[in-house]
């Protein structure tokens, strides 16, 4: 099995490379494609952007370390679905976007609309202005369709590309050292001819981008601003981060950006706290090591003990160590100064769950899911209670009505199993197994639940032509795989 080191390694890989492994599984997932010519939609039809997207993304999912916190998920997807309401060329396109906790700064964009921004990158930000830079600038490459423009141009380095990278994790089994050197050699290798393709998709991307800032109320110099600050930070690395690899910063460039945001007239933009207080959160979840955690937040309240984004850090803190009257305390607190603060809500019901007292948990969060419904984090942390209540019979029908909503977290079809075999519908479990193991990229996995659910009793008249459904569909992308190699 990998280590961890080299499976994060691998993880930053893959998101480096991104748009150009792709390319590798573009001429083979697309059955033939035709020749390559000047058309972008004779090269590489939305569909099989689409299908090629999904089946990447499920693999990613096997390896890299994507955030399934509930709250984190649905502020990047909040943010993200801003920007792209506001870019009218997204309208036909499926957008999901994803929080890698990775200490490498990257951010990327893959085929099918599905934009993955490392950890590393948010806290770097200091405003969501600059965040929201970085992001617009991906949803602007998949907006423009540049995975398939250079389809053309990188056809033939994938393969080496990608076989230097296996050869490298082969390496790696033996000597982790030697094999992420290999890895990081490749990918390097393949980066700069990726760069020298690739100026004029990123200035239209940046054009696009700060067009989309402006349009949605943000400051358009974010993405400028953000760029100078990790070219800055970074100048005397040996090893630049993955993120200026793929996204190369010159002074002509954020020039070229600060001069396009100045005729946007941007006007002064205040800092989100929901972006904040999800900095505090990330932060929180990422750092493993509770000492450096303490002095860090030590540090912090020296310098604004006040401020309700540090005291929330600490109510985090205090929860990871047991110290429920301090997270207690502070948690009351932040609830009483701004009672319609989801983040405060949220965690005023950890706490409440961490004390075993779910009866006030149930009733806070059942009010807040009446006021927001179908609010992902609400709804994951209303179905725990439930569960913990023994309400297994309400968390099951809570969630049955969730899944029905396209673009379902993985997590969300293990908690609605858990729920039915609580329920008793034993019946109904395999194939919310078999829906989470499809979506976490084990497709073997899933099949063999999806067999069992086909098998098992069921009062629903669907159920077994659906499942055949998804089981023919699952043998049909493993099909593929198996001849693309």
């Known amino acids: 099995m990998l280590s961890e080191l080299l499976r994060s390694r691998f993880a930053a890989l893959l998101a480096a490379l991104a748009l150009t492994t792709t390319v590798a599984t573009v001429a083979s997932a697309a059955n033939d494609l ?23 993304m499920r693999q990613i999912r096997q390896f890299a370390p994507i955030i399934d916190d509930p709250e984190i998920v649905e502020y990047i997807n909040d ?6 309401a506001s870019a009218p060329d997204a309208t036909d396109r499926q957008f999901y976007f994803f929080v890698l906790a990775d200490p490498e700064l990257n951010a990327f964009a893959l085929p099918g609309g599905y934009i993955g921004v490392h950890s590393a990158l948010i806290l770097m930000a200091d405003n969501e202005s600059e965040l929201a830079g970085v992001m617009a600038h991906e949803t602007a490459h998949v907006i423009q369709r540049h995975l398939a423009r250079r389809v053309e141009r990188q056809q033939q380095l994938s393969l080496p590309t990608l076989a230097a990278i296996i050869g490298g994790l082969i390496m790696a089994a033996n000597n982790p050292q030697a094999g992420i050197a290999a890895m990081t050699a490749a990918q390097a290798g393949a980066t700069q001819v990726m760069i020298n393709h690739t100026r ?5 991307a940046d054009r696009i981008g ?22 800055a930070q970074t100048r005397y690395m040996q090893m630049p981060p993955p993120v200026l690899l793929t996204h190369p910063v010159s002074e002509q460039r954020m020039a ?22 999800m900095q505090a959160k990330l932060r929180d979840l990422t750092q493993t090591d509770l000492d450096q955690r303490e002095r860090e937040q030590v540090q912090a309240e020296k310098l604004a003990e006040a401020d309700p984004v540090v005291r929330y850090s600490r109510a985090l803190l205090s929860l990871r160590r047991g110290e429920l009257d301090t997270a207690t305390r502070i948690a009351s607190q932040l609830m009483q100064q701004e009672p319609s603060n ?28 009446a006021l927001h419904p179908n609010h992902h984090a609400l709804t994951v942390a209303y179905s725990q209670v439930l569960l913990d209540l023994g309400k ?10 969730y899944v029905s909503l396209p ?41 063999q639940q999806f067999e069992l659910a086909r098998r098992s009793r069921s009062d629903d008249p669907y159920a077994s032509t659906r499942i055949q459904a998804r089981i023919q569909h699952l043998q049909n992308i493993l099909l593929e795989r198996r001849r693309r190699r």
Do not use: C, W
């Not at 035709?34 to 990447?56: A, H, M, N, W």
């Not at 949605?216 to 110099?221: A, G």
């Open 407 to 447: 673009d379902t977290e993985p997590n969300v079809y293990r908690l609605l199993a858990s729920a039915q075999n609580q329920a008793g519908k034993t019946d109904e479990v395999h194939e919310s197994q078999g829906l989470y193991l499809q979506a976490v990229g084990d497709l073997s996995g899933a099949i």
């Open 34 to 56: 035709p020749d390559i010519g000047s058309s972008v939609s004779k090269t590489l039809s939305l569909t099989q952007e689409q299908l090629i997207g999904d089946d990447y």
């Open 210 to 231: 700060i067009q989309i800032l402006a349009d949605v109320s943000l400051d358009p110099n974010g993405m400028a601003s953000f760029f100078e600050k990790m070219a």
């Open 79 to 84: 943010l993200g679905f801003r920007l792209v």
């Open 342 to 369: 989801l983040s405060y809500l949220l965690l005023q019901a950890q706490v409440l769950r961490a004390r075993q007292n779910f009866t006030d948990a149930e009733q806070l969060l059942g009010k807040a899911l």
């Open 392 to 401: 297994a019979d309400r968390a099951r029908e809570r969630l049955l009505a």
């Open 200 to 204: 004029e998709n990123e200035a239209e």
């Open 256 to 277: 070229d950006a600060r001069l396009r945001a100045a005729e946007m007239h941007p006007h002064p933009v205040s800092n989100s706290l929901r972006f904040r207080l």
